[in-house]
């Protein structure tokens, strides 16, 4: 199962996680894990290349955390907008992702 962790300070959105593999298809032929990676990947560059933010990323394989240091307001509708595609996948998909946020 995908975990999507948004992130919040003080009620403010400021960056996402996503762990694991949606497990319904074999590697490279499923399309809730080719969903989940296209739009976090759309948002990262999006808060990075177009918003001007500043932010960390890691990644790794089922693995990619993005967390905005600097312009976090240029970024939340960015991050609204990826939590609310996450969530409408999830409502599709409940048993392969699950969308939480956190306060950091």
Do not use: W
Request: charged share 20%.
């Amino acid at each position: 199962m995908i975990t999507a962790t948004f992130l919040s300070k003080k009620g403010t959105l400021c960056g996402f996680i996503l762990n694991g593999h949606a497990g319904d298809r074999p590697a490279g032929e499923s399309i809730v894990c080719a969903a989940v990676s296209s739009a976090a990947l759309l948002a990262a560059n999006t808060i990075t290349e177009f918003c001007g933010c500043t932010a960390t990323a890691e990644d790794a394989d089922g693995f990619l955390s993005v967390r905005v240091t600097d312009g976090i307001e240029r970024a939340v509708p960015t991050l609204l907008g990826l939590r609310l595609h996450l969530k409408e996948l999830q409502a599709q998909y409940p048993k392969h992702i699950q969308v939480e946020t956190t306060e950091v």
